[in-house]
């Protein structure tokens, strides 16, 4: 059955909430989509037939499909913000550096959100190969600042003999794909004999001791 936007009886309480239904279940359905096939191999109708929606609501809800891309990498960050923020509720301690807990738990947050969303890792294998609009975006936006942020505080972690001798310029690459390859590239780590879902803790312990051994 397609999933349609309520009428609003009365006013508009209503049509909001199925409106929200009908772009969430699209977005869901574009992360797949985005992951399996890139940008450009994606198609908008496979994505409206997996959401379960009409194919003119994508353009009712995103003014293009890029549109409809920057809203599923949005997505997929915010979930990665929000293993983040969980996971240094779990590793801050009293006397605990705070530069150290947030590292650590910038890792672990990448690994628990790699493992459950392998879709963003795959999304940016297509994207990042490539120079683009797109990738642009995504760049100025939302990684930039991200790596300034992550190559500050190593630098920091650096100084107080933390953090393993990673030069800070290697270090958002060394982390972000140690953490992420294993789910990316799950179906190849299957055919290993390994089940990447149950390595997450594992890995998570393994990828700390690491890059944080005075941790």
């Known amino acids: 059955m397609a999933l349609t936007d309520d009428t609003p009886a ?69 979930e990665l913000d929000e293993e983040i923020a969980g996971a240094l509720a779990t590793v801050t301690e009293p006397g605990t550096s705070a530069d150290a807990a947030a590292m650590e738990a910038t890792i672990r947050g990448l690994v628990y959100l790699a493992a459950r969303r392998p879709e963003l890792n795959r999304i940016m294998m297509h994207e990042a190969t490539s120079p683009g609009d797109r990738l642009k975006w995504l760049v100025d936006s939302h990684l930039s600042p991200r790596q300034q942020l992550l190559a500050s505080g190593w630098a920091s972690l650096r100084r107080a003999g933390i ?43 393994a990828l700390v001791a690491v890059f944080l051994p005075g941790r």
Request: with cysteine.
């Open 10 to 78: 009365p006013g508009r309480s209503r049509r909001n909430r199925g409106s929200d239904v009908v772009r969430d279940a699209l977005v869901e359905a574009a992360i797949g989509e985005f992951a399996a096939h890139g940008f450009a191999g994606a198609s908008t109708r496979k994505i409206a037939d997996a959401a379960g929606a009409h194919q003119s609501q994508i353009k009712y809800h995103f003014s293009s499909k890029a549109d409809l891309w920057k809203r599923c990498m949005e997505q997929l960050l915010a």
């Open 163 to 205: 953090a393993s001798p990673i030069e800070v310029d290697a270090v958002f690459h060394t982390i972000v794909g140690s953490a992420s390859l294993l789910y990316a590239n799950a179906p190849e780590a299957e055919l290993m004999g390994l089940d990447p879902s149950a390595l997450v803790e594992q890995h998570a312990d």
